[in-house]
C-alpha cells in the first residue's frame, strides 16, 4: 500500500538557518502531495501542494517540488523564524482516492 | 462555522466505558473524514462521509469504532469498550466538495486517554 516517510526529528536550528526536511513516498500512479503544518494547540493546516511530477508547491518562504525520478517531496525554507516551529507532515493522496496518508511528522524548533 | 469544531478537546475514560467524540464542520462541506493520531505519530485515516452516506470506512481499528453523519452535517464517532491502546487524538477534518479534493480544513481534535 502507500506510504510516506519522513526524516526522524526532532530538529532545532537557530533563527535564518536553512531549512531541509526529508520526505519520500511509496505509491502507485502520480499522487498529489502535500506539506500540512500543526502548531501547538492547532488543527492541521495545509502548507503547500503539488499535484503532478516537476510541480514546486510553495507557501509562506516554503518550497517543495514533486520529484518523480526520486519519489520525493522535500520542505525547504531558505530563512526559518521562531514563528516556524511546529510540527511538519509530509502527505500524499492518489487521484482515484480521498483519504490523505500522512508521514510520521517532524518536530521543528527555531531557537533565537 | 468560521472552522472545524471539535468536542470534548480532552476525555479521559477508564478501561471498558463507551465514548462519544463530535465534529462540527464547516457549514456547507460535503465531504468528512475522521482520522486517529497517535502520540508522537503521524494521522491515520478511520472513515469518509459525502453527506450522510459512510462511503469508506476502511480505516476503522475494530467493531467498537462507530462513525455516523445522519443528516449530512454533525458527526460523531463513538468507540464502545475503550481499551487503553485507543488513546490517541481524533481529528476531523471537512471539505467543500465530494472526495475531499480541495483543501481539507482540520479541527484540533479530541485528545482521548483510557486509563
Known amino acids: 500500500g502507500d506510504s510516506v516517510t519522513q526524516m526522524e526529528g526532532p530538529v532545532t536550528l537557530s533563527e535564518e538557518a536553512f531549512l531541509t526536511i526529508n520526505c519520500t513516498y511509496t505509491?502507485?500512479?502520480?499522487?498529489?502531495l502535500f506539506w500540512y503544518v500543526q502548531y501547538p494547540g492547532e488543527g492541521l493546516q495545509l502548507l503547500l501542494k503539488a499535484t503532478k511530477a516537476d510541480d514546486k508547491g510553495s507557501n509562506k518562504g516554503f518550497e517543495a517540488t514533486y520529484r518523480k525520478e526520486t519519489t520525493s517531496f522535500h520542505l525547504e525554507k531558505g530563512s526559518v523564524q521562531v514563528s516556524d516551529s511546529a510540527v511538519y507532515f509530509c502527505?500524499?493522496?492518489?487521484?482515484?482516492?480521498?483519504?490523505?496518508?500522512f508521514g510520521e511528522g517532524t518536530q521543528l524548533t527555531v531557537n533565537p | 462555522g468560521a472552522g472545524v469544531s471539535q468536542s470534548p478537546r480532552y476525555k479521559v475514560a477508564k478501561r471498558g466505558q463507551d465514548v462519544a467524540l463530535r465534529c462540527d464542520p464547516i457549514?456547507?462541506?460535503?465531504?468528512l473524514f475522521w482520522y486517529q493520531q497517535a502520540l508522537g505519530q503521524g494521522p491515520e485515516f478511520l472513515t469518509y462521509?459525502?453527506?450522510?452516506?459512510?462511503?469508506?470506512k476502511s480505516g476503522l481499528p475494530s467493531d467498537r469504532f462507530f462513525a455516523e453523519r445522519p443528516e449530512g452535517s454533525v458527526s460523531t464517532l463513538k468507540i464502545q469498550r475503550t481499551q487503553q491502546e485507543d488513546s490517541a487524538v481524533y481529528l476531523c477534518a471537512s471539505s467543500l466538495t465530494r472526495s475531499g479534493a480541495n483543501v481539507l480544513t482540520f479541527g484540533a481534535g479530541s485528545r482521548l486517554t483510557v486509563l
Open positions: 502527505a500524499l493522496r492518489q487521484t482515484s482516492g480521498s483519504r490523505l496518508t
Open positions: 505509491a502507485t500512479g502520480y499522487p498529489s
Open positions: 462521509f459525502q453527506n450522510e452516506a459512510q462511503l469508506d
Open positions: 457549514s456547507g462541506h460535503v465531504s
